[in-house]
């Protein structure tokens, strides 16, 4: 029995990572009368249901079922605001008495990731609610995603659900030339998912590997739905460039490993050539971000080795993203391993003169890097030990530790 449950308990996460948030447009849908609030707890109440009866009897078709019994609490439900009797309720409906004209249409999770990209939403409001309502994440997941607190996540939802009942954002599919405006946004929403997913791996179990997927499959969707444009297939290469990488961003212990210590052999080939695919399809006359950002990512993921990467060509690329902070540190370290360590030392130095960039771990952890490839042992010492108080990583502390122990100070 604890067997079946168990089953049934994965089957019913899978179901909800998959439909929540399209359940809950498809009850705002049903009645102007339900409101958000009203919709996602009856969706949650469903998923409950679904619990106890699926325990006696699978149904064949899980997904109608959890719709039909959507529909049915919700029936229920505008029944008993309007005082009818509970004779006339809709009752929960068995596992082999359920009729379902079919699922949402493909396109549908589309349509949520465009509504939550509204253009009066702030960028972390619009991140939220595309991770609770399109990658369906419950709240301590979404927390732990983006290194926030259960409460911070539950107050921020509750404000832009406030907006979002008063705007019908999920509600009101947006024009056809509103959505192409919009495209720029969701651009950010997709790549601020997948690196909240990238940064957020440690060790050899990924923890939120499962959103860098989410990223990449609603890229997919909008290229096959025909919304995309060149910056789409750029933005799509760039993170399955990135993503061919993963499995050798740690060794067998766990531990974090440079770039010049990863495995190459590891490295995924077929998402490689499925990114320089997508990366030929993105040639334009006007070039993104995403286009220079993929071009880098190209160079490093096609090397043959470290010591063969076309650094020269990388830190040009790199002006092309400028001014940036982010990018700055990059393009410095891209310019000492083209040979040219002076200006890189002169940009790094120009970093920490703010406050923000010299509190940032990367940039003490990449001088400390490049001192001790300098040999210059105890400059090295002294900015490995900066970035301890600048990280909670577990994965970058041990890093961080067994540079300090190479040094032998």
């Known amino acids: ?56 009897q699978w149904p064949d078709n899980p997904a109608a079922w959890i719709y039909s019994v959507c529909k049915n609490k919700a029936l229920n439900k505008l029944r008993d605001d309007k005082k009818m009797l509970r004779l006339h309720q809709a009752p929960e409906p068995e596992a082999d ?15 949520l990731l465009f509504a939550c990209a509204h253009p009066d939403l702030a960028p972390k409001v619009q991140v939220v609610i595309t991770l609770k309502y399109v990658v369906n994440l419950k709240v301590a997941a979404i927390a732990g995603s983006l290194g926030m607190t259960i409460d911070g996540v539950d107050k921020l939802l509750l404000r832009a659900r406030q907006r979002i009942k008063e705007e019908k954002i999920l509600l009101v599919t947006p024009a056809p030339e509103a959505m192409q405006q919009r495209l720029p946004i969701v651009h950010k929403i997709i790549y601020l998912i997948f690196n909240e997913g990238h940064t957020s791996a440690e060790g050899k179990v990924l923890l939120r590997e499962d959103l ?10 909008i290229l096959d739905s025909q919304m995309g444009n060149i910056d789409t297939c750029a933005l799509y290469a760039l993170m399955l460039f990135n993503a061919a990488r993963f499995k050798a961003r740690f060794d067998e ?13 590891l490295w995924n080939p077929d998402l490689i050539r499925l990114g320089t695919h997508y990366f030929n399809l993105a040639k334009g006359p006007e070039l993104s971000s995403y286009h220079f950002e993929a071009y880098i990512a190209y160079l490093h993921s096609t090397a043959a080795s470290f010591a063969d990467t076309n650094w020269q060509l990388i830190a040009q690329l790199y002006t092309h993203l400028l001014p940036n902070p982010f990018a700055e540190l990059n393009y410095a370290i891209a310019l000492y391993y083209a040979g040219e360590r002076n200006s890189a030392f002169e940009k790094l130095f120009a970093l920490q003169r703010s406050a923000f960039m010299n509190s940032y771990y ?8 490049l001192y001790m490839l300098e040999g210059d042992h105890a400059q090295a010492a002294v900015y490995y030990s900066k970035t301890l108080d600048q990280t909670r990583s577990a994965a970058e502390t041990n890093y961080i530790r067994k540079m300090l122990s190479k040094l032998n100070l």
């Open 212 to 221: 860098c997927e989410e990223a990449l499959i609603l890229t997919k969707a």
């Open 1 to 56: 029995m604890g067997e079946l449950h168990h089953k049934t308990q994965q089957e019913i996460d899978h179901l909800y990572k998959q439909h929540f948030g399209k359940m809950v447009a498809f009850l705002l849908r049903f009645s102007k009368d339900i409101d958000l609030d009203t919709a996602e707890d009856l969706v949650q109440d469903a998923f409950a249901a679904a619990i106890s009866h699926w325990e006696k």
């Open 97 to 111: 008495a359920i009729s379902y004209a079919g699922d949402f249409p493909d396109d549908e999770q589309l349509r």
């Open 362 to 369: 990367l940039l003490n952890a990449t001088l400390g890097k």
């Open 253 to 265: 212990n766990g531990e974090l490993l440079d770039l010049e210590q990863q495995d190459r052999a």
